[in-house]
């Protein structure tokens, strides 16, 4: 089954800009919503942008998503040691008639 | 606030059938305009998509699952449920609710493990 591409791992320095990418094709990425979700050890996912790339309320401005063709992209600015977590992107697939997730990245603040 | 809570077994045999409730509270599951969903996330792995039911009972599955699957919904109740026949080891995992269409909100998850 086909699925969206997240990069397994990404290292960043304290108050530098991380930038996760999760890559689909013109079923799911390209032409439906995709949402950006954190979850730190132990807990439930959280919503951080939905699928017209808002912040839900209480979510930080540092958190932003787009999208340019088939890939969207989750940027953190000004990197914090709670931002250290797994992220996961969602979007529904138009010809599978079902909801996908990436496999996840793995943010470390270094 | 909408607040939603998996209720299961926790430890099953294999080849059993998993039975799970999601029960919403401080908001209606009702409201037609929303779908409600199952995710599940093997230990140490990622989230994998189950499923999701709207208040009219149309659903939408993994197609992986979808021979294994039941998906329902009580309005009356304000909750919904899962059923996933002939579990194996495969299936141990913790399974969380949520409502669908934006992932916005999420239960607590409950850990199922299938052990003989």
């Known amino acids: 089954q086909a699925g969206l591409t997240q990069p397994p791992s990404v290292s960043k320095g304290l108050g530098q800009t991380a930038t996760l990418t999760c890559t689909g094709n013109s079923n799911n990425v390209g032409n439906q919503g995709v949402s950006w979700l954190q979850q730190h050890q132990g807990h439930p996912p959280k919503l951080l942008s939905d699928?017209?790339?808002n912040r839900p309320s209480g979510i930080s401005e540092r958190f932003s998503a787009s999208r340019s063709g088939n890939t969207a992209s989750l940027t953190i600015a000004g990197l914090q040691a709670e931002d250290e977590a797994d992220y996961y992107c969602?979007?529904?697939?138009?010809?599978?008639?079902?909801?996908?997730f990436g496999g996840g990245t793995k943010l470390t603040v270094l | 606030q909408l607040q939603m809570q998996e209720s299961g077994p926790g430890v099953m045999k294999p080849s059993e059938t998993l039975s799970l409730t999601c029960t919403v509270s401080?908001?209606?599951?009702?409201?037609?305009?929303?779908?409600w969903g199952w995710i599940r996330q093997p230990p140490g792995k990622g989230l994998e998509w189950i499923g999701s039911i709207n208040s009219g009972g149309h659903t939408f599955s993994n197609p992986s699952l979808r021979s294994r699957l039941t998906l329902s919904i009580d309005t009356s109740k304000n909750h919904f449920s899962l059923r996933l026949k002939s579990v194996t080891a495969t299936d141990t995992a913790v399974y969380y609710c949520?409502?669908?269409?934006?992932?916005?909100?999420w239960g607590q998850g409950t850990l199922v493990t299938v052990s003989s």
């Open positions: 401080s908001g209606s599951i009702g409201a037609p305009a929303y779908y």
């Open positions: 699928r017209s790339n």
């Open positions: 969602s979007a529904w697939d138009s010809g599978l008639t079902t909801r996908l």
């Open positions: 949520a409502r669908h269409g934006e992932l916005d909100y």
